[in-house]
């Protein structure tokens, strides 16, 4: 059974920083990307960050939105099973909750909120 967890969501001011982890289960995890997305009250869903599997050998395994370019980093530990977001340069608009993503699974979510 496919389990997601995220942690690490919180408060954060203008142009802080915050790290969030998912702790995965169920699957083999190293074979799967992972993805984070996003969704703010009242706004459509919004792909965040994904991160290839291990089995991505072709250069770069990592995308972004175009709205955390530059700012978010994904990585993950698969000896772990986590997959990370660091969020850096936070703004207000970063505001939502935070959704690790494998497929058609979903964690919980975990809330940030950027404020000052």
């Known amino acids: 059974q496919v389990h997601l967890v995220e942690s690490g969501g919180g408060w954060a001011q203008p142009g802080g920083s915050l790290t969030l982890s998912c702790v995965a289960s169920?699957?083999?995890?190293?074979?799967?990307?992972m993805n984070w997305f996003r969704q703010a009250t009242g706004k459509e869903r919004e792909f965040v960050a994904s991160?290839?599997?291990?089995?991505?050998?072709?250069?770069?395994?990592?995308r972004y939105g175009d709205s955390v370019k530059g700012r978010f980093t994904i990585s993950r530990d698969n000896a772990k099973n986590t997959v990370f977001l660091q969020m850096n340069s936070l703004k207000p608009e970063d505001t939502a909750k935070y959704y690790c993503?494998?497929?058609?699974?979903w964690g919980q979510g975990t809330q940030v909120t950027v404020s000052s």
């Open positions: 993503i494998r497929k058609v699974f």
């Open positions: 991160i290839a599997s291990s089995e991505y050998t072709f250069g770069d395994n990592t």
């Open positions: 169920g699957f083999n995890f190293s074979r799967y990307s």
